[in-house]
């Protein structure tokens, strides 16, 4: 019977220091990124170029 005592009180006494480590060691720090409304523009001088000169001709 002590033995079993013995078990318990250890993995009792590893759990608690487990959460213990898990609530000091939480992230808790705030999110400060600033979302902007604004749409991000990669590439403003994007054309479309349709050179019809140099298409083959397709006859059916």
Do not use: H, W, Y
């Not at 609530?23 to 019809?52: M, Y």
């Amino acid at each position: 019977m002590p033995m079993l005592l013995n078990i318990t009180i250890l993995i009792s006494s590893l759990v608690l220091i487990n959460f213990l480590l898990l609530f000091v060691s939480c992230n808790k720090t705030k999110n400060t990124r600033k979302v902007s409304k604004q749409p991000v523009i990669l590439r403003p001088e994007f054309t479309l170029d349709l050179d019809s000169k140099n298409l083959a001709a397709t006859g059916s």
